[in-house]
């Protein structure tokens, strides 16, 4: 079974940074695309950054230039370096991988962005 475990969420300022990451295991074939989603209260979930396993990224428009996505391949890792933090930001980020199995969920990481 695939188990996706996020840390790194917690309470910052805004103009200030967090480091999520996120861990991989129980995965029976390579994964391909890892990525970063978000969901605030009330809204849907939406997307912040994918990666894939080649290395290509994509962002969302509201965090281009704020946020960066990375991964290692060896640990099955993937981070969301997040940077210029803004309340806006605020929400639970989920951690999400595919592989030939489908697609894989982690539990969330809350993010909040206040003074």
């Known amino acids: 079974q695939v188990q996706l475990v996020e840390s790194g969420g917690g309470l910052v300022q805004p103009g200030g940074s967090l480091r999520l990451s996120c861990v991989v295991s129980?995965?029976?074939?390579?994964?391909?695309?890892m990525g970063w989603y978000r969901q605030a209260p009330g809204k849907q979930r939406e997307l912040v950054a994918v990666i894939t396993s080649a290395g290509g990224t994509a962002y969302a428009d509201s965090v281009k230039g704020r946020f960066t996505i990375s991964r290692d391949n060896a640990k099955n890792t993937v981070y969301l370096q997040t940077n210029s933090l803004k309340p806006e930001d605020t929400a639970v980020y989920y951690c999400?991988?595919?592989?030939?199995?489908?697609?894989?969920w982690g539990q969330g990481t809350q993010v909040t962005v206040s003074s």
């Open positions: 999400n991988a595919r592989n030939l199995g489908g697609s894989h």
């Open positions: 129980g995965s029976g074939s390579s994964i391909y695309t």
